[in-house]
């Protein structure tokens, strides 16, 4: 069977292997890729689980008895084509650490409170415009172990996924003005200035809510000149 879904990254995309971003030593490939062929289960296999995506879980404010700690933010965008069209009725995941840059797991040790009000995990499916829209608290800073004193900026994981399990894609969302930009390997590690600058979201006054939250945009474009980088990790 002739590939259905392109193997092929973005010129936008980081090296498997950054020096900088040390873990990326140990996971990079050492051998040349092995290509195994697409099967029919992968390309056609349902890919949102046993359960439909209900609106509730795209507020990351609502999951817990209180409300979580933090800036309460509202993140939308729409998903994009090379062409500029919008991709509808695609799954947006998303996963974040709390306002005190601590995420929910075990690894995870940095000494910041946990907020019970907060798990940080939330989706939804882009409508008709390929529009998604997220409720959430703005993630803090963390300290992540590369090198002393190394903090990543405030950032949201995003998951991506397409029609079938071999279309996922996975990145990070930043906010724009973050002092940590210049210090971090990670948001370092995408080569072309310009296609950092296309992982940071803007604040946007007509997105933000009086009295209730602050408005962020950041469209994704899958592929082409104005691809969105994707991410190699998950830190
Ligand atoms: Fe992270």
């Known amino acids: 069977m002739d590939d259905v879904y392109s193997r092929a990254g973005d010129k936008a995309d980081p090296p498997l292997l950054y020096p900088d971003y040390r873990s990326t030593a140990v996971r990079s490939p ?9 099967t029919i289960s992968e390309i ?11 609106p509730e879980e795209a507020d990351l404010t609502r999951q817990h008895a209180g409300e979580p700690l933090g800036e309460r933010i509202i993140v939308t965008g729409r998903l994009l084509d090379e062409a500029g069209r919008p991709v509808p009725n695609s799954l947006v995941e998303i996963w974040q650490c ?25 989706r939804c499916v882009t409508d008709a415009n390929g529009v998604y829209r997220f409720v959430t608290i703005k993630p803090g800073a963390y300290p992540w172990g590369n090198h002393l004193n190394a903090w990543r900026p405030a950032h949201i994981h995003f998951s991506l996924l397409g029609p079938s399990f071999l279309t996922r894609l996975v990145t990070q969302m930043y906010f724009p003005g973050d002092p ?13 200035a310009k296609a950092r600058e296309r992982m940071i979201s803007r604040f946007d006054m007509d997105t933000t809510k009086p009295e209730w939250a602050l408005g962020y945009i950041w469209d994704i474009v899958l ?8 991410d190699n990790d998950n830190d």
């Open 98 to 122: 709390n306002a005190a840059g601590r995420y929910i797991h075990a690894v995870d040790q940095h000494p910041a409170p946990l907020d019970p009000n907060f798990t940080g995990a939330g």
């Open 44 to 54: 056609t296999g349902p890919v949102y689980g046993h359960s439909d995506v209900r």
């Open 180 to 192: 940590l930009f210049p210090f971090d390997p990670i948001f370092n590690s995408v080569p072309d």
């Open 223 to 230: 592929r082409g000149p104005a691809a969105t980088p994707l």
């Open 30 to 38: 050492r051998q040349p890729l092995i290509t195994i062929p697409q």
